[in-house]
């Protein structure tokens, strides 16, 4: 079993839905992105989904794309999120994932990123513009596909995403090479927070639940609230909150506020066994 | 050079193409596919293509001799395929009629483009008002300011054209856009690409239904010399024109084929366009192909005084041919493609559009090399009416 679906299986357990919050590596700030990163564990964060900023964030709406440009005129690059990533790690033993589009990727070379991220620490990763058709073409051509295929030797996660446009069928393929967990869009769009949710959204996330064999399923996209966490808790194991943090942070809301967020998803991902 | 067969099954062109996009979008490009496969061959599709092909954008157009020019050179015998002659004034249209019999028939009731240069968003228009089909185009800011005319004449068609003020304000933005409009609203919308980019099939799409230029060039230079011509330019952003162009040629070995990217200020101001000749195998916009890019991976912002070729990225049947050497790729500055421009129209009384001025540009450096007896084509894929102001601007 892999370090992250462990992990989030622990916290399950113990009745608690798995919170992962998304932050814009180096955004708004390098310098003290470090100590916010541990705030926001403490604010009751399990896990960090560590975003590498992109130019070009094809699966992101205007606030992460915004946050990923001021990321990036603050000079932040691999090594940066590497050396971020190994440092939130010495002070926590929750899991990084990191996001990160094909290209910064590929120009870093696959075996080196591989060796890198796992030589930081990091367990698992998302490639939103690999999906399953480009999987092995992309992670091909090193001792990594070796590697992938040997699940003993493997210490970094490549989690893949279902949509509301993944047919049944697809969704099998994606939980049978998916590791960690699943990722689950919940909505036919970019990242973005959204403030109502359709009963075709609740009725998806049961039919993807349903559907996974193999892996944990974490919800992501548009998810902001609490009630959010409540309502789609009993098709889930643990649900992603990016938008909702980064928009915090760019409306230049205090810390502690942000932080408030934070801990107000966390109390409804624990609560929400209870509903 | 036989039996050239790309994309292969998985969308790929040797390396490159592919399907690198949020899987919200695999079962609208797969859907895309299989209809498309189907429709390729059917009797009826293909009548009702030509028939708007040739009673409605007027093709075929014409291959003209370019007396003057050739006189002017005393090389090779010019002709210029007259693709400016086309209804909305670019080779845009041809693949416009295509997707959109293709978009009725997958029930799509709205339609969204991207544009650089605004031609693409004028035929995709076009066509949106012929079919009564709602139509969004996303076009960046600083092409809205330098292409005015196109921007008007798409509202005018009754189209919305939603200006995109991130990154460079060009191309790739729009096309970025585009993309994420495509990912939120797949179901009803069908995405029209203006070029032979982005994820598989798109690049193929595009291509078999600009391949058009090509299949006319052959029969009329054919009629003309009784010959294949030797040389056939053309100008590259995305490539749509140059491929219609030179796929039907592929495989005639002893045509030398030349595509001529935009170099801006030139390809060592770090200013340009000149993907295949300074760029590097990447991943962007869907597909793995050449891209301008740092040494991060970022993308790198370009730029060129023809909107339409004011691109990092290339198609990826380009960066195939690169690799083969089938396909040899050169780069005109914004101030040769001037050059080109008061040239044509000179010469010729044609005013072309930037982007093909590039082409035009390319005969100054290499057709003294040239021999009477050669033939040389040029693609002129647009007309440059809607450069006006851009080329007054630039008057010395």
């Known amino acids: 079993m892999s370090y992250i679906s462990e992990y989030i299986d622990q916290l399950n357990k113990k009745n608690r839905k798995a919170l992962s919050i998304f932050l814009t590596a180096g955004f708004p700030e390098k310098n003290n992105f470090i100590d916010f990163t541990k705030n926001v564990l403490d604010a009751g964060a399990d896990m960090i989904e560590l975003g590498i900023p992109f130019s070009d964030p094809l699966a992101d709406g205007p606030v992460i794309q915004t946050s990923s440009k001021i990321a990036l005129d603050n000079g932040v690059n691999l090594k940066d999120v590497f050396a971020f990533s190994e440092a939130i790690i010495a002070y926590s033993n929750k899991p990084i994932i990191l996001m990160g589009y094909a290209n910064p990727i590929r120009k870093y070379g696959i075996k080196n990123f591989f060796n890198d991220a796992i030589n930081s620490g990091v367990k698992g990763l998302i490639v939103p513009d690999v999906p399953l058709e480009e999987y092995d073409s992309f992670f091909s051509n090193s001792e990594l596909q070796k590697n992938l295929k040997q699940k003993h030797k493997l210490k970094l996660d490549v989690i893949l995403l279902t949509t509301p446009t993944s047919s049944d069928e697809r969704i099998q393929e994606i939980d049978t090479k998916s590791d960690g967990f699943v990722y689950c869009v919940s909505v036919v769009g970019t990242t973005g927070i959204k403030n109502n949710f359709s009963i075709r959204t609740q009725n998806n996330l049961r039919r993807t639940y349903s559907l996974l064999k193999k892996n944990k399923m974490m919800i992501g996209f548009g998810i902001s609230k609490p009630e959010d966490v409540i309502n789609f808790s009993p098709y889930c194991d643990g649900v992603i909150v990016g938008s909702r943090i980064i928009k915090s942070l760019l409306d230049g809301d205090k810390p502690e506020d942000t932080l408030k967020i934070i801990s107000g998803l966390s109390a409804a991902c624990e609560s929400s066994y209870t509903y | ?396």
């Open chain 2, 1 to 396: 050079m036989n039996n050239y067969n790309y994309p292969d099954s998985n969308g790929k062109f040797g390396q490159y193409g592919g399907k690198f996009v949020p899987e919200t979008l695999i079962s609208a490009l797969n859907e895309l596919e299989s209809i498309y496969l189907k429709l390729k061959i059917d009797p009826l599709f293909i009548a009702d293509y030509e028939q708007l092909q040739k009673e409605y954008n007027g093709r075929p157009t014409p291959l003209t001799y370019a007396e003057r020019i050739t006189e002017h050179y005393s090389g090779a015998k010019i002709y210029l395929k007259r693709e400016d002659l086309c209804h909305t004034g670019a080779h845009k249209l041809n693949n416009a009629i295509g997707q959109i019999l293709i978009a009725k028939k997958l029930g799509k009731k709205r339609i969204i483009a991207e544009t650089g240069a605004g031609q693409h968003g004028v035929a995709t228009a076009t066509v949106c008002a012929k079919f009564g089909l709602e139509c969004v185009v996303y076009m960046g800011e600083t092409d809205i300011e330098r292409q005015k005319p196109n921007v008007f004449r798409m509202q005018l068609l009754g189209a919305e054209v939603r200006p995109v003020s991130s990154g460079s304000k060009t191309l790739k933005d729009a096309t970025n856009e585009a993309i994420r409009d495509w990912v939120s609203n797949v179901e009803d919308t069908h995405y029209i690409i203006g070029s032979v980019v982005g994820p598989h099939p798109y690049p193929m799409i595009v291509r078999d239904f600009q391949s058009i230029i090509g299949i006319e060039t052959r029969e009329q230079i054919f009629l003309a010399e009784n010959k294949l011509p030797n040389h056939i330019v053309a100008c590259v952003g995305g490539g749509s024109n140059a491929i219609g162009m030179f796929y039907p040629f592929i495989e005639d070995e002893n045509v030398s084929l030349i595509g001529v990217e935009a170099a801006g200020f030139g390809v060592n101001s770090g200013k340009h366009c000149a993907t295949l000749t300074l760029g590097e195998p990447g991943i962007f916009q869907g597909m793995n192909t050449y891209i301008l890019q740092d040494e991060n991976g970022q993308i790198s912002e370009v730029h060129s005084i023809s909107a339409g070729l004011d691109y990092p990225g290339v198609g990826p049947e380009h960066a195939l041919l690169k690799d083969m050497e089938r396909v040899k790729y050169f780069s005109i500055t914004d101030e040769e493609a001037l050059k080109g421009v008061h040239l044509l129209t000179r010469l010729e009384g044609i005013l072309p559009a930037l982007e093909s001025a590039h082409a035009v540009a390319y005969l100054e450096k290499f057709i003294r090399t040239t021999s009477k007896d050669e033939i040389v084509v040029v693609n002129i894929s647009g007309r440059g009416d809607k450069d006006l102001s851009t080329i007054i601007d630039n008057l010395d």
